[in-house]
């Protein structure tokens, strides 16, 4: 048995493929595991649970369906994702998380996050992170109509796309000291995260010990999951 972890699907409407690969997976690969958890930006953008978008209605009955076999899934909000609420989850049989979770996996202590907070040389962006955070402004939102929330969320996304243009991918990468201090502060080696689109497992030092970052990858051509078993902590990529 194995629990798996995926991030940064960006379903949406205009990509029938990615929804698709991610339907397959959960009907298969999926099916077979102890447990599955989502680390951020499941959708490409989310204006509430009350939005009557088909897709979401699709996605909850599939996860529900997982869920219903057997196999608990976990959400962690990601940067595109951070307003979806108890509606969905109940709708779709998610737990929601805190954005940082300390997991006991086979004996192995394991770290996961969305990985946002990790990119602290981006100023800019973590400043607009922990203003959309706060309860109040996302209250507010969220009562607006819907068609003025559509509006809002399709500007932010233009002017993250325009900001994004602007800056050096290092900037837009983890901080190595951020990680080392988060990983030091949960007492862990192992750390699993998304949000960067750059896949890969680093070697590092934090507790003066060996330590491990998996960054899943985003599913834009392929599919990306972390794979953690009492043996091994594997990044798979395959395709849809």
């Not at 900037?171 to 951020?178: F, K, L, S, T």
């Amino acid at each position: 048995m194995a629990t798996l972890f995926i991030a940064d699907l960006h379903l949406q409407t205009e990509e029938p493929a990615i929804t698709a690969g991610f339907l397959y997976f959960l009907r298969g690969e999926a099916r077979h595991a102890d447990a599955l958890y989502i680390l951020g930006d499941l959708f490409e953008a989310w204006i509430g649970d009350d939005a009557p978008e088909p897709l979401h209605r699709e996605i909850a009955k599939e996860i529900k369906a997982l869920v219903d076999s057997g196999v608990p899934c976990y959400f962690i909000h990601g940067n595109r994702d951070f307003l979806l609420g108890k509606r969905f989850a109940r709708e779709s049989g998610m737990i929601l998380l805190p954005e940082e979770q300390r997991l006991e996996l086979y004996g192995r202590p394991v770290l996961i996050l969305h990985g946002d907070t990790l990119c602290t040389d981006d100023a800019g962006y973590q400043a607009f992170r922990a203003k959309v955070h706060q309860p109040w402004l996302q209250k507010l939102f969220l009562a607006l109509p819907l068609f003025v929330r559509r509006r809002v969320a399709a500007k932010m996304r233009d002017g993250s796309k325009s900001a994004n243009s602007h800056k050096s991918m290092n900037i837009m990468d983890v901080n190595p000291q951020a990680v080392v201090n988060m990983m030091e502060k949960h007492h862990v080696q192992w750390l699993i995260h998304g949000h960067t689109h750059r896949p890969a497992v680093h070697e590092l030092i934090a507790n003066d010990k060996p330590a491990f970052r998996v960054v899943l990858g985003a599913w834009h051509t392929e599919g990306s999951m972390v794979k953690v078993t009492t043996d091994s902590v594997e990044l798979i990529p395959f395709p849809f």
